[in-house]
Structures are given as structure tokens and as C-alpha cells.
């Protein structure tokens, strides 16, 4: 750590499934992960898909990670997540007396705890809210405050949406109906994140934001938001290019474009499209690099972790391969004067 901090992002994949009724396959694809986190050797992680609960995570912290890391846990057990892909952050055990959660009571004040959502076309107001609320770590860092807020807007998904597209007709249509009010409700998680964000300007002048996760804008993507909805789901999150001082920049931005993806997934929807596809996404405000802290992220901070990934998933059968996405990380270092 020193003087850099590394943070990243990464969808584990189902890591809650993989300890139901261990066996010797399981095993070897936790013991694929701990090496995958370990080699990577961030200072902060920000784990999806991650396991579900206290009890949990706090025996892969010790058991799996050797002590090395820490669970930065919530006051009364106040996450409000629901299923079995849970958010962490998890941090170096040095790093912990500095860090903590923010309560999600003070996040909703900030922002909203549900909203109105109308649907395209429909007068009839109905309300949403997150599945998997973002969780907020506070670190307090080379004299900074800096806000980590962890995000995994809810699936797309639409149950059997690759048979219903193949069938055509009537069921491709009540699939595309589907697939369009999911994005919408997505979108609005993301705008929630934005109204947070917006707020934090509204308290201090130079607010230290980084937002990170799984956005969930993947397979289907330009078929949608260049037929129907007309707008993408990153653009509402990094805000208004018209305020400039609030618009969030990416970690990828100058990262090399063939390089610039974290997951491979065939698209059913568009199967000419390159499957390659960045589903991780890593933003900050523009205060951590235009010089008004003590700390920046500097250009080509930002990468996707693939030669750490291929390099432990090539050697190991398809089942123990670590997950489907790639971490994405960036470096955060401190100003020297």
C-alpha cells in the first residue's frame, strides 16, 4: 500500500453457492479464487456476488484469505440486500480502523429508500426500490475522506428470454416488453446513485466519489437503447457533461479499447455483436484528479486484471475457473508536493 492504493471490483460469481455441500471440484475453484485475490492484492475490494451474511464472510476473510482481509461490516447488520449475491467491501487488515459503512438510513435520506417508476407509455405510477441496496465504505485515507460506493443493479434477466427471442412472434414481443421495463427499473437504481451523489455537492465542495461494480448493461444493449429506450444506463450515472464538475469519470477511459472488457458473453439478441463486453465498471468524481486533494488517480490508473485472471484459470478445468467476469482495479496515489 504505502502511497498507492489499489482498489477493485469483482463479480465473483455465485460465491454463496460454492459453499453449499463442498467437494473436491468446489474446493478447487475456492482455492482458484483465494489465489486469484491474493495475487491481485488490492488494498480494498469490492466484492459481487459475494457471500450471504456476516457469519459467512467472516470465515472466508479468516479461513480462505488467511486473516488478510476484513469484511467492513454494518451497524445492526444494516444492508438491506436481499438474495444470495451479497456486496462487501473487503479491506487489508491494516486498512480497517480506518474504514466503515455508511448506515443505509443515512444514504436513503441522501437519496431515496423507493421512487416512482412510470413505464413507457403507462400513466399507472408504481414503485421501486434496490434489490441489493449500494453499500457506502468510508475510508479515511492520506488525510481524505473518500466514499466507495458498491453497486449491482439487478439483473436484466428475463426467465427463458433466449427461447422466447428464437420463438418470434407474440412471445419475442412479451420478451421485448419484459427486457425493456427491466433496464427502465435499472436505470432508475443508477439515477438513485446519481441523486446520492448529487447530494454529497450539496455538503462539501470537492467530494472524494468513487462508484463501483456491475452495472448490468451487457447482452442486448445497442438493440435496445438504439430501438426502444434511447438511452444507456453508464451516461445517467456519470451525469450531465454541463456540469462538469460533477460529471463522473471512468477508470477505463484511456485504457487500451481491446483490452477495455471484463466479460465474454455470446449475445442471443445480436449474436454479431463482439462478445466481449465491459459489464465492471469503475467511476470517480473529478475532485481525485484535478489536483484540489492530496490525493489523484493519474492517466492509465485504471486497468482490467486479465493477466492476472488467465493466468490462474488457464491452468484449471472449466468447473474451477475462478468466474465469468474479470476484476477491474484502479490506483489511487498521493500527491507529492
Known amino acids: 500500500m504505502g502511497n498507492t492504493l489499489k482498489v477493485t471490483t469483482w463479480n465473483v460469481e455465485w460465491l454463496d453457492k460454492l459453499f453449499d455441500s463442498i467437494d473436491s471440484k468446489k474446493q478447487k475453484r475456492i482455492d482458484a479464487i483465494k489465489k486469484e485475490i491474493l495475487d491481485m492484492d488490492a488494498d480494498v475490494l469490492c466484492m459481487l456476488e459475494g457471500l450471504k451474511g456476516e457469519t459467512k464472510i467472516d470465515a472466508f476473510c479468516l479461513d480462505v484469505l488467511e486473516g488478510k482481509y476484513v469484511a467492513v461490516k454494518a451497524i445492526g447488520n444494516d444492508y438491506k440486500i436481499q438474495g444470495r449475491q451479497w456486496i462487501w467491501f473487503l479491506v487489508k487488515s491494516e486498512l480497517k480502523d480506518s474504514a466503515s459503512l455508511l448506515p443505509t438510513q443515512v444514504y436513503d435520506e441522501f437519496s431515496s429508500a423507493s421512487w416512482d417508476v412510470n413505464y413507457w407509455g403507462d400513466f399507472e405510477t408504481t414503485q421501486h426500490k434496490h434489490y441489493r441496496h449500494p453499500q457506502v465504505l468510508i475510508l479515511e485515507w492520506q488525510q481524505t475522506r473518500l466514499e466507495f460506493i458498491g453497486l449491482h443493479t439487478k439483473s436484466k434477466f428475463v426467465q427463458s428470454g ?56 451487457g447482452p442486448g444493449k445497442e438493440f435496445f437503447e438504439s430501438q426502444y429506450i434511447f438511452f444507456d444506463l453508464l451516461s445517467n450515472l456519470q451525469g450531465d457533461v454541463f456540469e462538469a464538475e460533477r460529471f463522473l469519470n471512468h477508470a477505463l477511459f484511456d485504457f487500451e479499447n481491446h483490452l477495455r472488457w471484463s466479460v465474454r458473453f455470446q449475445d442471443f439478441i445480436d449474436p454479431d455483436r463482439d462478445p466481449h463486453i465491459l459489464l465492471d465498471h469503475i467511476l470517480f468524481t473529478q475532485s481525485l484528479v484535478d489536483g484540489s486533494l492530496p490525493i489523484i488517480i493519474e492517466s492509465h490508473a485504471g486497468y482490467v486484471e486479465h493477466e492476472i485472471h488467465d493466468l490462474i484459470n488457464a491452468s484449471n478445468p472449466k468447473y474451477a475457473h475462478t468466474s465469468d467476469h474479470k476484476p477491474v482495479s484502479v490506483l489511487i496515489s498521493k500527491v507529492y508536493n
Open 162 to 217: 433466449q427461447s422466447s427471442w428464437d420463438a418470434g412472434g407474440e412471445k419475442r414481443n412479451t420478451f421485448i416488453k419484459d427486457a425493456i421495463k427491466a433496464r427502465i427499473k435499472m436505470t432508475t437504481e443508477v439515477a438513485n446513485v446519481r441523486a446520492y451523489i448529487n447530494t454529497k455537492f450539496g455538503q462539501v465542495p470537492n467530494p472524494a466519489i468513487i462508484v463501483l461494480g456491475d452495472l448490468n448493461d
